[in-house]
């Protein structure tokens, strides 16, 4: 499986920005997907997941703000971002697990002007 994350740019605070990953193969055989970002001179956090297809987890700093959609038709995953601040400035990477095989992006880069 291979995922591409595109959407990345830069924004305001304030503003909204939508991240996309596609994957290669059908999304139905990932029941976990995710994103995660890594911020310069950072560990990469999870920033919001749908476990075993159902689940939905969010990182304490985005709840309330993002919204992680995943789309099986299209074998898409969404990460709808708002009320962006400078701090979600990172690299965002898409990620998706089945069983023990762990598949990432090639990582999206957000920055966010103040």
């Known amino acids: 499986v291979q995922l591409q994350a595109s959407g990345g740019g830069m924004v305001q605070a304030g503003g909204s920005l939508t991240l996309s990953c596609a994957a290669s193969?059908?999304?139905?055989?990932?029941?976990?997907v995710a994103w995660y970002r890594q911020a310069p001179g950072k560990q990469r956090e999870l920033v919001a997941s749908?476990?075993?297809?159902?689940?939905?987890n969010y990182g304490d700093s985005v709840k309330g703000r993002f919204i992680i959609v995943r789309d099986d038709a299209k074998n898409t995953l969404e990460l709808q971002m708002n009320s962006l601040t400078p701090e979600d400035t990172a690299i965002y990477y898409c990620?998706?697990?089945?069983?023990?095989?762990?598949?990432w992006g090639q990582g999206t880069l957000v920055t966010v002007s103040s």
């Open positions: 193969g059908s999304m139905h055989s990932l029941p976990t």
């Open positions: 749908i476990i075993s297809g159902k689940i939905i």
């Open positions: 990620n998706a697990q089945r069983g023990d095989l762990m598949y």
